[in-house]
């Protein structure tokens, strides 16, 4: 309403809404149900089922986007209420892995992410693209904490909640990349936003506009901020561009990009992205592309301790290198779970010891909780 009102100039008084954490991922839930009752898609359901799949709590507050028909029939299984060690243990695994993700990788970046973004004046080089890269480890190790989380709370109970994050920052497209990244955030748009809008149905033009709309839309679902909605429209476009190329490629029999190169072009769009999404506004997201630019120099090392934009010096520039390995190379927690849990030995034991016992000595900390505002 803000921007409304500078629009339109008339007056507006900015109000304290207080609103439930996690609201838009439950009532996207319930829209799909709603939409499918009325389109006659899923069968009646009970009062009993209806409320417990509203209710069902691991995955309210941060996703997964979970659908009526992926829940409802597993409450209706005899099993699903039984006792399974199993599960119990991969439950117990993935909320170690998850909490541990939160905790201890993603808040240890949240210091200097906050130095970069929310000061104010013009940074180096050095300063604006360390600054980036925390944001990009920081949210991928929370929002990747968040599910394992959210899997491993479901395990305990015996449902099998979907997958929501497989390793996007492996991808070597941008198509692929929201093949990853909040997986059941982009079913939802494309069943009930891109689909009926007409999907890729009615010609290459509106293949490609229905594809913008719903990315546009998609950046709002963050929030109410240009900010979102350039990130969204970026990102838009971006998809527009590997759409545009797989159809150049297919009618022309022209290679696919290099592996290294696809994977770089990709994680370049996904930071810049990144750098959008997290600015308090469009000028500082301006004043930092400057600075990844180099228009205010390329900084030193020295210098960005003293600002603290740079809080740990060498050993945040370590980080970064460690936290790009670990998002490349390390296999995501549902499949380490199903090949080592299967077979579980001392060592096996120790690594989830470990890492409860890590997330547990970090609790003392202030937590930001990144996915909760949304």
């Given at each position: 309403?803000?921007?409304?009102s500078?629009?339109?100039?008339?007056?507006?008084?900015?109000?304290?809404?207080?609103?439930?954490?996690?609201?838009?991922?439950f009532?996207f839930?319930?829209?799909?149900?709603?939409?499918?009752?009325?389109?006659?898609?899923t069968?009646?359901?009970?009062?009993?089922?209806?409320?417990?799949?509203?209710?069902?709590?691991?995955?309210?507050?941060a996703?997964p986007i979970?659908?009526?028909?992926d829940?409802?029939p597993?409450?209706?299984?005899?099993e699903?209420?039984?006792l399974?060690?199993?599960?119990l243990a991969q439950?117990?695994a993935?909320?170690?892995f998850?909490?541990?993700k939160?905790?201890?990788?993603?808040?240890?970046?949240?210091?200097?992410?906050?130095?970069?973004?929310?000061?104010?004046?013009p940074?180096?080089?050095l300063?604006a693209?360390?600054?980036?890269?925390?944001y990009?480890?920081?949210?991928?190790?929370?929002?990747?904490?968040?599910?394992?989380?959210?899997?491993g709370?479901?395990?305990l109970?015996?449902?099998?909640?979907p997958?929501n994050?497989?390793?996007?920052?492996?991808?070597?497209s941008i198509?692929?990349?929201?093949?990853?990244?909040?997986?059941t955030?982009?079913?939802f748009?494309?069943?009930?936003?891109?689909i009926p809008?007409?999907g890729?149905?009615?010609g290459?033009?509106?293949?490609?506009?229905?594809?913008?709309?719903t990315?546009?839309?998609?950046?709002?679902w963050?929030?109410?901020?240009?900010?979102?909605?350039?990130w969204g429209?970026?990102?838009?476009?971006?998809?527009?561009?590997?759409?545009?190329?797989e159809a150049l490629?297919?009618?022309?029999?022209?290679?696919?990009l290099?592996?290294?190169v696809?994977?770089s072009?990709?994680?370049?769009?996904?930071?810049?992205?990144w750098?959008?999404?997290r600015?308090?506004s469009?000028?500082r997201?301006g004043?930092?592309?400057?600075?990844m630019?180099?228009?205010?120099?390329?900084?030193?090392?020295?210098d960005?301790l003293?600002?603290g934009?740079?809080?740990?010096?060498?050993?945040?520039v370590g980080a970064l290198?460690?936290?790009?390995?670990?998002?490349?190379?390390?296999?995501?927690?549902?499949?380490?779970?199903d090949?080592?849990?299967?077979?579980?030995?001392?060592r096996?034991g120790?690594?989830v010891a470990?890492?409860?016992?890590g997330?547990?000595l970090?609790?003392?900390?202030?937590?930001?909780?990144?996915?909760?505002q949304?």
């Amino acid at each position: 309403m803000q921007t409304v009102s500078s629009i339109f100039s008339f007056p507006w008084i900015d109000r304290d809404i207080f609103l439930p954490l996690g609201i838009s991922f439950f009532t996207f839930q319930q829209i799909a149900y709603l939409i499918d009752a009325y389109q006659n898609r899923t069968t009646a359901k009970s009062l009993l089922e209806y409320t417990l799949f509203v209710t069902f709590f691991p995955q309210l507050i941060a996703g997964p986007i979970v659908h009526h028909d992926d829940l409802l029939p597993q409450f209706r299984l005899k099993e699903t209420f039984q006792l399974h060690w199993h599960s119990l243990a991969q439950g117990i695994a993935l909320l170690a892995f998850g909490l541990f993700k939160k905790v201890v990788l993603a808040d240890s970046f949240s210091p200097w992410v906050g130095a970069t973004f929310d000061a104010s004046g013009p940074l180096s080089a050095l300063e604006a693209w360390s600054g980036a890269l925390a944001y990009t480890f920081q949210i991928y190790f929370d929002f990747s904490g968040y599910s394992d989380m959210a899997l491993g709370l479901g395990k305990l109970f015996r449902i099998r909640l979907p997958e929501n994050f497989a390793s996007p920052y492996q991808a070597l497209s941008i198509g692929e990349f929201w093949r990853r990244w909040h997986m059941t955030l982009s079913r939802f748009l494309k069943d009930y936003l891109y689909i009926p809008l007409g999907g890729n149905r009615r010609g290459p033009f509106r293949r490609y506009l229905n594809l913008l709309v719903t990315m546009v839309l998609g950046g709002l679902w963050h929030g109410a901020a240009w900010t979102f909605v350039l990130w969204g429209t970026l990102h838009g476009f971006f998809l527009v561009a590997y759409h545009l190329w797989e159809a150049l490629r297919a009618r022309y029999g022209l290679r696919p990009l290099p592996l290294g190169v696809g994977w770089s072009l990709t994680f370049f769009a996904v930071v810049m992205g990144w750098v959008i999404f997290r600015a308090p506004s469009l000028e500082r997201a301006g004043d930092l592309f400057q600075g990844m630019m180099g228009f205010h120099g390329m900084g030193a090392v020295a210098d960005a301790l003293a600002r603290g934009t740079m809080p740990g010096g060498l050993g945040e520039v370590g980080a970064l290198a460690g936290a790009l390995g670990f998002c490349l190379f390390f296999p995501r927690s549902t499949v380490w779970c199903d090949r080592h849990l299967a077979t579980p030995s001392w060592r096996t034991g120790a690594l989830v010891a470990g890492a409860a016992l890590g997330a547990l000595l970090s609790l003392t900390e202030v937590s930001e909780f990144l996915y909760f505002q949304f």
